[in-house]
């Protein structure tokens, strides 16, 4: 782990947040909570792949409790950092409260992978030959309440005249298939530079960090959500990948956000054009 909070205000309020001081919901079958923020900062931040939580009436898609704990399940630590870090900015923020195993909002709809028979070598009993409409009650359920979220929150910035900036939070495993991956954290990103490049900047000022690009992941990925509420709209937009060995517990969050809410603060306080539409297309094709 990094030592040495640079930014000292931010950093003291990580230390002493705990997600337990944090507005608490009774979320029910809600796929999403929302953290409400000042739209007039011009950040909207995201958690696509939150929780592993699937409903009872799923039995656990037929796997183990275990296996619920794994990265294929859901992105460890990412929640913690993403309530953290938008305490800290005072940003409105979507989170995503369901299991990627069930549907993944971050694929497009035609995304072979959106529901995963096999999930990195594991099969998935629940999703083996799924009926159509087995896969429409999921999308139904899951995965257009949460996207019509994120598009809702969008809307609205850019009606009240602050088109915002979109930063989407994830995070990796230490190592894939034996190999350890070296970065501490990426920026993940298509062709817009606007907000990418300021962050990869930023994030190499912290001290003994490893900052990837666009790495262990591509950020070209045609239909994902960002695709979809940022590149089709012209707004800025990046993915930050934590290592999820940095941020397993609380302190780890708390700290990882402190640092992204120092960068973050900084690139939207000295880079100009963020908040405006302008369409860079995509590698993907748009």
Request: glycine share 10%.
């Amino acid at each position: 782990m990094c030592r040495g909070l640079e930014f000292a205000t931010l950093g003291s309020i990580a230390l002493e947040l705990s997600l337990d001081t944090l507005v608490q919901e009774e979320l029910g079958e809600k796929p999403y909570r929302t953290i409400d923020g000042d739209v007039k900062l011009g950040l909207l931040i995201l958690c696509d792949h939150a929780q592993n939580r699937i409903p009872e009436d799923f039995h656990t898609l037929g796997l183990r409790p275990e296996d619920l704990h794994r990265h294929t399940a859901f992105d460890l630590g990412a929640e913690g950092v993403t309530r953290f870090l938008a305490k800290m900015l005072g940003a409105p923020a979507v989170i995503s409260q369901f299991s990627r195993l069930l549907v993944d909002p971050n694929r497009g709809l035609d995304d072979p992978t959106l529901i995963m028979e096999i999930a990195d070598g594991l099969v998935v009993p629940g999703n083996v030959g799924l009926s159509a409409a087995a896969r429409e009650e999921r999308l139904d359920r899951f995965y257009r309440p949460y996207d019509d979220a994120v598009g809702g929150m969008v809307g609205a910035a850019i009606d009240a005249g602050r088109p915002p900036v979109i930063l989407s939070i994830h995070s990796f495993t230490q190592a894939w298939k034996g190999v350890p991956r070296p970065w501490h954290t990426s920026v993940l990103w298509d062709k817009d530079p606007r907000l990418p490049v300021p962050l990869l900047d930023g994030l190499k000022t912290i001290p003994d960090v490893v900052v990837g690009d666009n790495v262990p992941y591509s950020g070209q990925l045609k239909g994902d959500t960002l695709y979809r509420h940022a590149t089709a709209r012209g707004l800025a937009h990046a993915l930050i990948e934590v290592r999820q060995d940095l941020i397993l517990g609380e302190q780890g969050q708390a700290e990882w956000a402190a640092h992204l809410a120092r960068v973050v603060s900084g690139v939207l306080q000295s880079t100009d054009g963020l908040n405006t539409i302008e369409y860079h297309g995509s590698h993907t094709g748009i």
